[in-house]
């Protein structure tokens, strides 16, 4: 999968739990989910299992912990999908 298509199916599971429209406008790989659009702990749950239901993964608490950015979170769906 591509980085550009992985970031727009990215974007889709995070948009419903936003505080930050600007921020999230301008989405990419540094985006950080709880600094930059203010996604609170509780929702970084939501959006991880959101993540395992879109790409059929599981994401083991380890990588959930890590899972802070879209960089990181990318770079745990990609090893996870291997």
């Known amino acids: 999968m591509k ?4 970031i727009i ?3 889709e599971i995070v ?3 936003i505080q930050d429209q600007q921020a999230f406008d301008n989405l990419n790989e540094k985006t950080d989910f709880i600094n930059d659009l203010k ?4 929702n970084l ?3 991880v299992l959101d993540v395992e239901d879109a790409f059929d993964i599981e994401i083991d608490n380890e990588s959930m912990e890590q899972m ?6 990318m770079e745990i769906i990609e090893s ?3």
């Open 9 to 11: 199916q990215l974007k």
């Open 45 to 47: 749950v939501d959006i």
């Open 15 to 17: 948009k419903p739990y």
């Open 68 to 73: 802070l950015s879209v960089e990181k979170a």
């Open 80 to 82: 996870k999908m291997k």
């Open 39 to 42: 996604i609170n702990s509780a």
């Open 3 to 6: 980085k550009e298509e992985l």
